[in-house]
C-alpha cells in the first residue's frame, strides 16, 4: 500500500510561485502513474497534472498549460508541481494521486490520494 503525503502548500500573491511536494511510502512508486488534483471551495475536484512512470511523458489541463510543471525524482519517491504565474483561480486545496498503472488513465480513479495541501493566492 502507497503513502502519499503532500506539503508546500500556502499562501502566495498572484503572480508568485509555488513548489508542491508529494512523499510516498510504501509500494512501488517508480512504477506508478502520478497526477496532481485540486478542488476549490463549492466546486468538484478537477484534474490538474499527470505523468507517467519514467517522467517522459505529461499532461495538463489547458488552464495551466506554461505555467504549471509536473516532474517526479523516482530515487526520492517524489512528485511535483512547480506552479508559476499564480492567479486567484488556482486557489484550492491541492492533493497528489498514483494509480496501479504506468501511464495514467484518466477514465479511472487515483487508487491512492494523498491529504491535501491548501494554495491561496492573493490578488
Known amino acids: 500500500q502507497v503513502q502519499l503525503a503532500e506539503s508546500g502548500g500556502g499562501p502566495v500573491q498572484a503572480g508568485g510561485s509555488l513548489r508542491l511536494s508529494c512523499a510516498a511510502s510504501?509500494?512501488?512508486?517508480?512504477?506508478?502513474?502520478m497526477a496532481w488534483f485540486r478542488q476549490a471551495p463549492g466546486k468538484e475536484r478537477e484534474f490538474v497534472a499527470a505523468?507517467?512512470?519514467?517522467?517522459?511523458?505529461?499532461s495538463y489541463i489547458e488552464s495551466v498549460k506554461g505555467r504549471f510543471t509536473i516532474s517526479r525524482d523516482n530515487s526520492k519517491k517524489t512528485l511535483y508541481l512547480q506552479m508559476n504565474s499564480l492567479k486567484s483561480e488556482d486557489t484550492a486545496v491541492y492533493y497528489c494521486?498514483?494509480?496501479?498503472?504506468?501511464?495514467?488513465?484518466?477514465?479511472?480513479?487515483?487508487?491512492?490520494w494523498g491529504q491535501g495541501t491548501q494554495v491561496t493566492v492573493s490578488s
Open positions: 494521486a498514483g494509480q496501479n498503472r504506468v501511464v495514467w488513465a484518466a477514465t479511472q480513479a487515483g487508487d491512492y
Open positions: 505523468i507517467n512512470w519514467s517522467g517522459t511523458s505529461t
Open positions: 510504501g509500494g512501488t512508486f517508480s512504477l506508478k502513474a
